[in-house]
């Protein structure tokens, strides 16, 4: 992949990084408010999807699906 631009949309972009996000993202947001432990779970797997963002793509795609996620804190 070296030397290659960054499909963010290619097909491996949508299985490893925007399906992850996406499934996280429902977990967090439609977990009751009493579930403290769910939320917080949820709130740390948004830390893997970036990570293989910037595997598959560098720090361009690491940056890229950072700033779309949402904020872990």
């Known amino acids: 992949m070296v030397g290659q631009p960054?499909?963010?949309l290619s097909?491996?972009?949508?299985?490893w990084v925007?399906?992850?996000?996406?499934?996280i993202a429902a977990l967090?947001?439609?977990?009751?408010?009493h579930?403290?432990?769910?939320?917080?779970?949820a709130r740390r797997l948004?830390?893997?999807?970036i990570l293989l963002a910037g595997i598959f793509g560098g720090a361009r795609g690491g940056l890229v699906v950072a700033l779309v996620t949402?904020?872990?804190a």
């Not at 925007?18 to 499934?23: E, G, H, K, N, S």
């Not at 579930?35 to 779970?41: C, E, G, K, S």
């Not at 948004?46 to 999807?49: L, T």
């Open 18 to 23: 925007w399906m992850p996000v996406l499934a």
């Open 35 to 41: 579930t403290h432990w769910v939320h917080d779970l």
């Open 6 to 8: 960054t499909k963010i």
């Open 46 to 49: 948004f830390y893997a999807p």
């Open 70 to 72: 949402p904020s872990p």
């Open 28 to 33: 967090h947001y439609l977990t009751p408010p």
């Open 11 to 15: 097909a491996r972009w949508l299985a």
